[in-house]
């Protein structure tokens, strides 16, 4: 059976909802404060992470996300990186998968561009 992939996009310091499924870390770098008996994540995808460059000249500005956007699916074609992503849409093929940033606005974060990317 192969259904509709279901990606959510949440903060890895929330509680875990039953709903979540699968849950995958996608920052770079670990999240502040958090051990990892406490993060309930399924897996760590770091290798999907935008650049230290691109994140860094972006600073979750909003205004800057449109194109942050652009440069970060342009990162995307990189091998490593393209891979990764490759990784999370079998990861999601038919079934429910929560891609989790430490970000305080997920919806203007990496994980939501994936998101769209993989849904």
């Known amino acids: 059976m192969t259904g ?11 509680e875990p909802a039953s709903a979540d499924g699968l849950r995958v870390l996608v920052d770079r770098v670990w999240p502040r404060g958090l051990s990892k008996d406490k ?3 399924d ?7 935008p650049s230290t460059e691109l994140r ?10 449109a ?7 342009s990162e995307l074609r990189e091998d490593e ?5 490759a990784h999370l849409r079998d990861l999601a093929r038919g079934k429910t998968v929560t891609l989790l940033t ?7 974060s990496q994980a939501a561009v994936l998101a769209d990317m993989i849904s």
Do not use: M, N, P, S
């Not at 860094?56 to 996300?65: Q, V």
């Not at 430490?102 to 203007?108: P, Q, R, S, V, Y």
């Open 56 to 65: 860094k000249w972006y600073a979750h500005d909003r205004e800057r996300f």
């Open 102 to 108: 430490a970000t305080k606005e997920a919806d203007i």
């Open 81 to 85: 990186r393209a891979e990764a992503l």
């Open 4 to 14: 509709k992939a279901q990606v959510r996009v949440g903060r890895v310091y929330d």
């Open 67 to 73: 194109e942050f956007t652009r440069r970060y699916k």
């Open 43 to 49: 897996e760590w995808c770091k290798q999907v992470a």
């Open 39 to 41: 993060a309930h994540i």
